[in-house]
């Protein structure tokens, strides 16, 4: 066997490798598209069709309301730190039993945020506003009371 056919034969098991790689990769990220999708809409109560509400980016919403998840921001409870719930005093988990703390580039968030996501999904329901954070497969419901909502927006229009 020469170089030539030993460098031909590396290159024949190289690409099947590398196929296999992009086909896994662009499968998974449609999947996870497809499932974010139906998720989005089980939280906002909804029957999904392409037609009506097409894909929503994983982690992304293409349909229903977006609010900044500064709403979200955790609470330092001191210099010696403390337990998620002192940290997010007024949040309740809906699918953990626990809060779940995140991070958003540098806030420190109430729920498990991918961690460039400004903008998350949320509805009004009764007395509480619920929360979607996360991609799939980690996604994470939680709410607040409406009446316990910090809005920094209203706090330095009154200063």
């Known amino acids: 066997m020469t170089i030539s056919n030993e460098s031909q034969k590396k290159k024949n098991t190289f ?18 598209t497809v499932m974010y999708s139906l998720k989005l809409a ?6 999904w069709s392409f037609s009506t509400y097409g894909l929503a980016s994983n982690g992304q919403t293409s349909f229903g309301n977006m609010i900044n998840i500064k709403e979200l ?29 995140g991070n958003v580039d540098e806030l420190g968030v109430c729920c ?17 506003r619920h929360y979607l954070c996360g991609k799939w497969p980690h996604l994470d419901e939680v709410k607040q009371p409406i009446s316990k909502i910090r809005f920094p927006e209203l706090e330095k229009e009154q200063k």
């Open 112 to 128: 498990w945020a991918s961690e460039s996501q400004w903008l998350v999904p949320y509805k009004d329901k009764g007395e509480f």
């Open 15 to 32: 690409i099947p490798i590398v196929a296999g790689i992009v086909i896994f990769f662009v499968g998974y990220h449609a999947y996870a």
């Open 73 to 101: 921001e955790a609470v330092s409870p001191g210099v010696q730190g403390g337990s998620s719930k002192e940290w997010c005093p007024k949040v309740t988990p809906i699918n953990n039993n626990h809060i779940t703390l």
């Open 42 to 47: 089980d939280f906002y109560e909804v029957e």
